[in-house]
Antibody
Framework: QVQLVQSGAEVKKPGASVTVSCKTS????????IAWVRQAPGQGLEWMGW????????VYAREVRGRVSLTTDRSTSTAYMQLGGLTSDDTAVYFC??????????????????WGQGTLVTVSS | DIQMTQSPPSLSASVGDRVTITCRAS??????LNWYQQKPGKAPKLLIY???TVQSGVPSRFSGSGSGTDFTLIISSLQPDDSATYYC??????????FGGGTKVEIK
């Protein structure tokens, strides 16, 4: 079955960087993009960005642009999210998700399914 | 950016009740609207995509409707397992892909 398995929880100091991995299985990695979404404690969902697993193109949310980098390793079917310049506002659970598109193409519709289990990143001095 | 507003923010209902959650977009998103269910400590789960298509494996008591700016998620007969927070998401205008603020559903 399709699975996205993320790396474990991280504790970082302000100003540091963190890398979260998302290892996929059960499908052809390069056929679907990967989105990243985060959720601060007790808050809603915030889309961070997206990466094409076929050509590496990326789109980032304004709030994290310049601090975030999405990459993939096609040899291991793994996606990575690196976030730098961490502050306490970056304390959150970070999720990866497979972006699934309408059979006619992504411009006709897209949704996230399935999601990774989430990775808690705590930023604290 | 397109803003997504869900209402109510929370609700409490009894088993067997019909529950309606609404999601309003700040501008038209056509039919590019998805619904997710999230239980505490878990990842979101896709319920409905394209405003009204129920994802495979999702119980038939869940349904979605709407287009343009106004959308609805209905649980026709609330079950104990439906206690969760529900989020709408627009994927029409990107970036960003925006989510609603969530609706927490509790069982009386």
């Amino acid at each position: 079955q399709v699975q996205l398995v993320q790396s474990g929880a991280e504790v970082k100091k302000p100003g540091a960087s963190v890398t979260v991995s998302c290892k996929t299985s059960g499908y052809t990695f390069t056929h679907y993009g990967i989105a990243w979404v985060r959720q601060a404690p007790g808050q809603g969902l915030e889309w961070m960005g997206w990466i094409s697993t076929s050509n590496g193109n990326t789109v980032y949310a304004r709030e994290v642009r310049g601090r975030v980098s999405l990459t993939t390793d096609r040899s291991t079917s793994t996606a990575y999210m690196q976030l730098g310049g961490l502050t306490s506002d970056d304390t959150a659970v970070y999720f990866c998700a497979r972006e699934y598109c309408n059979s006619r193409g992504c411009i006709w519709g897209r949704w996230f399914d399935p999601w990774g289990q989430g990775t808690l990143v705590t930023v604290s001095s | 950016d397109i803003q997504m507003t869900q209402s109510p923010p929370s609700l409490s209902a009894s088993v067997g009740d019909r529950v309606t959650i609404t999601c309003r977009a700040s501008q038209s998103v056509g039919g590019h609207l998805n619904w997710y269910q999230q239980k505490p400590g878990k990842a979101p789960k896709l319920l409905i995509y394209g405003a009204s298509t129920v994802q495979s494996g999702v119980p038939s008591r869940f349904s979605g409707s709407g287009s343009g700016t106004d959308f609805t998620l209905i649980i026709s007969s609330l079950q104990p397992d439906d206690s969760a927070t529900y989020y709408c998401q627009q994927t029409y205008s990107t970036p960003p892909l925006t989510f609603g603020g969530g609706t927490k559903v509790e069982i009386k």
